[in-house]
């Protein structure tokens, strides 16, 4: 298929090059030239606008919005739809609010416009191993898209099969579900990154323990000096908590033992809280999600080892930097 990507950051480019390693063309544009520049040695079609974007595509046209949540996004689809005709298809990849892509998706459709929401996971990572996708939008849209997010998705790989599930929609298990109408893939997606905060939080609290298990506090006999870096190795390897979270830690301890690359200051992208108030409107506790995001917050006053985990995770699996000072509330 043929596919227009908007926004080449550290997510946007890497889908772009995925789908053309399987055969589909993509026409690409950032503002950052280099990006786009980068992206046509590799085979890509660029565009100097989103008007030129458009005029490149085939119709029916599909566009992929890979941007950070909030203005931006808004502004782009905005005047994205300006340019496109009816029929064609807005995706928006990126992790926005799911109450917009209900709003998104009505001013669309009054232009014949159809919307696509997609919950994307798989960080800086998704290029190799593909990227988990929670789908939202029309079914008769999704499913013409389905070459594209097929492409995108790891696809059965070497997990083991779940028994069982014989006669369940089988793309759940090459990584990728139409989760329902538009809003429910970035609802998923939303829960998903709320788990997130509070997975993270779990392995971070835990290692801070073990940090701190030789602390003068104890009794000496009661001391215990240990190797983080190969506690997490060991951890990984048929324990009932390994994870991918954790194959990141362990690598970040065998590089930095200390952590000391990391102040500890933590950022929150937005889904952790929508994920909380969710959990409000619903009456439903969320005691876990609800202090793993409250540990964020606190981590911008005060650091401790755990949010140096924390902030070593970030960057493993999405290449989130910490800012140089603390941002205004």
């Known amino acids: 298929m043929q596919i227009g990507?908007?926004?080449?950051?550290?997510?946007?480019?890497?889908?772009?090059?995925?789908?053309m390693r399987h055969g589909?063309?993509?026409?690409?544009?950032?503002?950052?030239?280099?990006a786009v520049a980068a992206l046509?040695?590799?085979?890509?079609?660029?565009?100097a606008g989103l008007g030129a974007l458009a005029r490149k595509l085939n119709a029916p046209r599909a566009v992929w919005v890979m941007l950070p949540a909030g203005e931006i996004t808004e502004r782009t689809i905005a005047e994205l739809a300006q340019c496109l005709e009816p029929g064609d298809v807005v995706i928006d990849g990126g992790n926005t609010f799911w109450r917009d892509d209900v709003r998104r998706a009505r001013t669309l459709k009054e232009r014949e416009l159809h919307y696509v929401d997609v919950g994307t996971s798989g960080g800086v990572w998704g290029l190799e191993r593909g990227y988990c996708m929670m789908i939202g939008g029309d079914k008769?849209?999704?499913?013409?898209l389905d070459p594209i997010f097929a492409a995108l998705a790891p696809g059965l790989g070497n997990i083991p099969r779940t028994a069982s599930r014989d006669g369940r929609d089988a793309r759940a298990e090459r990584g990728y579900i139409?989760?329902?109408?538009?809003?429910?893939?970035?609802?998923?997606k939303m829960v998903h990154n709320g788990i997130e905060y509070g997975l993270m939080a779990a392995y971070a609290e835990g290692f801070d323990i073990l940090k701190h298990a030789d602390s003068d506090a104890r009794p000496p006999e009661e001391r215990f000096a240990l190797d983080l870096?190969?506690?997490?190795?060991?951890?990984?390897?048929?324990?009932?908590?390994?994870?991918?979270?954790?194959?990141?830690t362990a690598s970040a301890l065998a590089q930095d033992p200390?952590?000391?690359?990391?102040?500890?200051?933590?950022?929150?992208s937005g889904e952790g809280r929508w994920t909380i108030m969710a959990a409000i409107e619903q009456a439903i506790s969320a005691d876990v999600l609800s202090a793993a995001l409250y540990a964020r917050f606190r981590s911008r006053r005060q650091h401790t080892?755990?949010?140096?985990?924390?902030?070593a995770m970030r960057k493993g699996f999405g290449g989130h930097i910490e800012p140089d000072k603390a941002a205004q509330p």
Do not use: C, T
């Not at 589909?24 to 280099?34: E, G, I, N, P």
């Not at 046509?40 to 565009?47: I, P, T």
């Not at 008769?140 to 013409?144: F, P």
């Open 40 to 47: 046509a040695r590799e085979g890509a079609s660029d565009a």
């Open 5 to 19: 990507v908007v926004g080449l950051g550290r997510m946007g480019g890497n889908i772009a090059r995925r789908l």
């Open 24 to 34: 589909h063309r993509a026409v690409v544009y950032d503002r950052d030239s280099k």
């Open 178 to 188: 139409h989760a329902g109408p538009n809003g429910a893939g970035h609802f998923v």
């Open 140 to 144: 008769d849209v999704v499913e013409r």
């Open 258 to 268: 200390k952590l000391e690359g990391y102040s500890g200051y933590v950022e929150d």
């Open 229 to 248: 870096a190969d506690i997490a190795e060991v951890w990984r390897r048929g324990s009932v908590i390994s994870s991918w979270l954790l194959d990141l």
């Open 305 to 311: 080892f755990a949010e140096q985990i924390l902030s």
